[in-house]
C-alpha cells in the first residue's frame, strides 16, 4: 500500500497521464509545420508522398479510375493537415516513446552514477551537467522530430509534474523509480525491492 502523499504509476497509467497533455503539443507541432516550407516538406515526403504511391497502385491496378486518383490526390494537396484520429495516434505514439525514454534516462543515470540521487528540474529532467552527451543525444533522438520538438519534451514533462504530482510527497514510477518532491525541488531515486 503507498504511503499517504504517495502516487504509484504503472507503465500504463504513466503512459495514459502523459497522452493527456501530449495532443495540443502535437496539434500545434503540425499547425506550425503547416506554416513553415521545410517542415511541409519533410511532412510531404514522409506522408503524402506515401499516400500518392497508394493511389497510382490503385490506378494501375484498375481498383481507381483516373477521375477517383484525380480527386484523391487533389485532397491530398489541400487538406495534408492531419485530421483527429491522426493526432490521437501520434499522440499515443509520442506518449509511450516519451514516457519509456524519461524513464530510461533516469534508470541509466542513476545506475551508472556513484550518487544514489538525482537531482530533477521542474520539467523532471536532470540537469545538462548530470548526464553524459550521448545519453541527451539519445534520450532526444527518441521522440519523433515530427510530432514534437525537443522543447516541447521539457514542457510536456513540466505539465505533468504540475497537472499530477501536485501535493504529492513522493512518486513511485515503474523501474523501480521514485521521485520525491524536496524544498529544493524533485529528486529522483531507485527505491529498494523487497
Known amino acids: 500500500?503507498?504511503?499517504?502523499?504517495?502516487?504509484v504509476f504503472n507503465m500504463e497509467e504513466l503512459q495514459g497521464a502523459i497522452k493527456k497533455i501530449v495532443p495540443s503539443f502535437v496539434r500545434k507541432s503540425f499547425e506550425d509545420a503547416h506554416n513553415d516550407p521545410i517542415q511541409k516538406q519533410q511532412w510531404e515526403e514522409k506522408y503524402v508522398s506515401g499516400?500518392?504511391?497508394?493511389?497510382?497502385?490503385?490506378?494501375?491496378?484498375?481498383?481507381?479510375?483516373?477521375?477517383m486518383a484525380q480527386r484523391f490526390e487533389d485532397e491530398l494537396n489541400d487538406h495534408w493537415m492531419p485530421n483527429e484520429e491522426f493526432i490521437d495516434e501520434m499522440s499515443e505514439e509520442v506518449?509511450?516513446?516519451?514516457?519509456?525514454?524519461?524513464?530510461?534516462?533516469?534508470w541509466l543515470l542513476l545506475t551508472r552514477k556513484k550518487k544514489p540521487e538525482l537531482i530533477l528540474g521542474e520539467d523532471l529532467i536532470p540537469r545538462q551537467n548530470d548526464a553524459p552527451k550521448k545519453y541527451?543525444?539519445?534520450f532526444g533522438g527518441s521522440i519523433n522530430s515530427l510530432a514534437i520538438s525537443i522543447s516541447d519534451r521539457s514542457d510536456i514533462l513540466k505539465k505533468f509534474a504540475t497537472d499530477f504530482l501536485q501535493n504529492c510527497e513522493k512518486v513511485d514510477l515503474p523501474w523501480n523509480i521514485s521521485i520525491n518532491l524536496t524544498r529544493s525541488g524533485y529528486v529522483a531515486y531507485l527505491r529498494e525491492v523487497s
Open 1 to 7: 500500500m503507498a504511503d499517504s502523499g504517495c502516487k
Open 51 to 67: 499516400y500518392k504511391a497508394l493511389i497510382r497502385l490503385g490506378l494501375s491496378s484498375g481498383m481507381i479510375d483516373e477521375t
Open 95 to 106: 506518449s509511450y516513446c516519451l514516457s519509456s525514454a524519461w524513464l530510461q534516462f533516469i
Open 136 to 138: 541527451w543525444e539519445a
